[in-house]
């Protein structure tokens, strides 16, 4: 019996396949499993085919309540779902609480882990070009500058690490290069220590500790020797959590450049924020960044600098083009000229392009530098990208279904079998709640939520989305209970449950029901993994 792979909670199709709560008692699962085995119990039918359908349905029954009446089969099920029950971990009198039921199995978990830790490596690297328009239109070239950065880090043992990083740069007739290691060692639970080394440019030497100090708290000191000038540089930083979304830190570091910095930062779901004061020996600044997400592809962002050195502003956003790429396009003007600045960011890699447009605050050049990028921008988003998107994705789904095809017909199949045992049952319910004027479930729709319309009666599919749902009335009728009532369990995937079936794997659905109660007619939606109780009065139409 296979999980969902899908979005949403995961381990409970066990529970929707016996109509059960997650947090259902041993009795309600056993009176869920006398329900169902009256229903598919193989010797209630004469048929050879009712009687082979009950067989496959009664296997599942029985399979789920021998896992849900079994508390340690079904500890590791809420947990870890089917894969935790097929990992070879046995189960007997050497593992009669759920604690150790935990333990082994995080045991087994951290056995896989240190096999695949000796081949893990994390790369990272950036490629910046520094590009002139004056420069070029002066006949000095247009390249000013290059430079590279790469690092991998090996993750040598659960509590330590290597990491290995280099540089290069080069700027008109001049360059420089350092290489770098840095090695990571977990002492304790709150504590770390880091050792490091550099040569090239700024060579040096250094120890670096964090511990922290409480649970919201966290601080960092250390101490470095640079060879280039044999000064000793300290530094601490103090970093504490504000709220569950913002943080706070102090940076203060003793040497030939003290400084003291206070920053502070802030991000949800949707948009994140930073500032930072900084006062040095010689120099101060201060700077800002807000960034907004329009979408689960884009966003926008501005920031904002001013010190000893610099006075700027930063405007431009970016989209995600791929599940590992992201493209971003940034405005600057400031006293250093008006630049722009191309990203593209790909996995841990970086290709960064600053364009020089001008040294001179021209204010002409300045609005035309930023409206006409962004008028291009807006018309390609509109005619090019938007309906080069919309035609992949709906090529995305239509693979999806090509390659899902047969997995679907067979779950559809299995549906069907399912729902002609409950058929006669859930029409004598049906009978009975319409002789009383209680609940009946006139039309239950599943599927896919593009393919219904919204409209005042019951959406109806169209022809290219048709397969995409499936019709639930009788399984819905069958579930309503003596007292004309109707639930589905919070958190739990419908598709689970028995007489349904996932029409459309990897596709966001609905269940849309309507129904009768007290001769009023009553409409409801309600997502996958949402509860549904009826009958409520918010539902009347």
Known sequence: MKEDDGTGPPNRELYALLHLSPEASDEEIRRAYRQWAQVYHPDKYQAPHMKEIATENFQRICEAYEILSDENKRQIYDIYGMEGLNSGLELGPKLNKVEEIKEQLEKLKRMKEQQKMSALFLPKGSIVANLSLPGFLDGDGIMRGMAMASAVQSQLSKSSALSLSGNLGVEENSGAGAASAVFRHQIASDSTIEFMGSVGLGSLIGVQ?????SLHSTATLGIAKS???????????????????ASGNIELLLGPQSSIGVGWQKKDQN????????????SFGISARYTRRFSSKSHGRIAGRIGSAALEVEVGGGRKVSDFSTVRMLYTIGIRGIFWRFELHRGGQKLLIPILLSRDLNPVLATGAFVVPTSIYF???????????????????????????????????????????????????????????????????????KALKKGDELRETNDELASQVLDVTVPLNF???????????????????????????????????????????????????????????????
Not at 209 to 213: A, D, P
């Open 209 to 213: 500790m964090t511990r922290q100090l």
């Open 227 to 245: 060879f280039h000038d044999g000064s000793i540089n300290l530094s601490n930083v103090w970093t504490r959590q504000l709220s569950d979304t």
């Open 271 to 282: 948009t994140s924020a930073a500032g930072e004061v900084k006062f040095g020996t010689n």
């Open 379 to 449: 018309i390609l988003k509109k005619f090019v990208f938007k309906p080069y998107y919309l035609k992949r994705e709906k090529q995305k789904a239509l693979e999806n279904m090509e390659r899902t095809a047969t997995q679907v017909e067979e779950a559809r199949k299995a549906a069907a079998k399912a729902q002609q045992l409950l058929e006669n049952v859930a029409n004598r319910k049906r009978n009975k709640q319409q002789e009383t004027g209680g609940l009946v479930i006139t039309k239950a729709i599943y599927g896919n939520h």
């Open 479 to 541: 579930l309503v209970n003596d007292s004309g009532q109707l639930k589905l369990h919070d958190g739990v995937k419908k598709s689970g449950i028995m007489g349904f079936c996932d029409p459309c794997p990897g596709e966001p659905k609905q269940l849309h029901v309507e129904y009768t109660y007290h001769g009023e007619r009553y409409e409801v939606a309600v997502d996958d993994y949402e509860e549904l109780i009826i009958p409520q009065i918010a539902h009347r139409v």
